[in-house]
């Protein structure tokens, strides 16, 4: 089974500032897409960025861009620039490609609470 | 992107009463929903998998005859909490995706339902 490891409960920052979200994965498969999702207090869900494992090219949107290791299993967020409306919890994850009876099937990870300091 | 809605945004029902939650896609046919299910601070679980027209799958350790779900639209699938609990009070979110070959098929989340349970 696939699992998703965030191993930072909670991060902080200064506004304009870089902050790195940590990640890592463990599957077998060799076709998968790696996704951080924002939970703001509202808590709906939000994509922030993808990536899919068969690129090399790591996935740049914005402020945010993501350090994609695949043979380390180690997906990194680093948001640059940081701003007040950061501050959300963000989730990791982890969905194999296509086929199979669980495709779809998002895996996250526990989560990092990131706060944004003025 | 595309929206999910999802109703009611909150609900408080009495210990042994059912409560019936509603999830839309406005704009898309959403060919599969998943269920989660989220403790404050915590990750996503995900309950159960519903896929249009067929019974859902459930999670191992999730009671499908507790957590009742019906797909019978490409728009709309239900999640209906039979005898709630106060343990199961807890905040419910759907995501709804269509499964295209060649394309992204992104997970498009609800904006949740927080269900208190007296």
């Not at chain 2, 999830?23 to 404050?40: E, G």
């Not at chain 2, 067929?54 to 239900?78: M, P, R």
Request: charged content about 20%.
């Amino acid at each position: 089974a696939q699992t998703v490891t965030q191993s930072q409960p909670e991060m902080s920052v200064q506004e304009a500032e870089t902050v790195t979200l940590s990640c890592t994965y463990d599957t077998s498969e060799s076709d998968y897409y790696l996704f951080w999702y924002k939970q703001p207090p509202s808590r709906q869900m939000i994509l922030v960025i993808r990536q899919e494992a068969y690129k090399q090219q790591n996935a740049t949107e914005n402020r945010f861009s993501v350090n994609f290791q695949k043979a380390a299993k180690s997906f990194s967020l680093k948001i640059s620039d940081s701003q007040l409306g950061d501050a959300a919890m963000y989730f990791c994850a982890y969905r194999r490609g296509a086929g199979g009876t669980s495709y779809g099937k998002l895996t996250f990870g526990q989560g990092t609470i990131l706060t944004v300091h003025p | 992107g595309a929206v999910v809605s999802q109703h009611p945004s909150w609900v408080i029902c009495k210990s042994g009463t059912s409560v019936k939650i509603e999830c839309r896609s406005l704009d898309f046919q959403a060919t599969t929903m998943f269920w989660y299910r989220q403790f404050p601070k915590q990750s996503l679980m995900l309950m159960a998998t519903s896929n249009e027209g067929s019974k859902a799958t459930y999670e191992q350790g999730v009671e499908k005859d507790k957590f009742l779900i019906n797909h019978a639209s490409l728009t709309l699938s239900t999640l209906t909490v039979t005898s709630a609990h106060p343990e199961d009070s807890s905040f419910y979110i759907c995501s709804a995706t269509e499964f295209l070959a060649g394309e992204k098929n992104e997970q498009f989340f609800g904006p949740g339902t927080r269900l208190t349970v007296l």
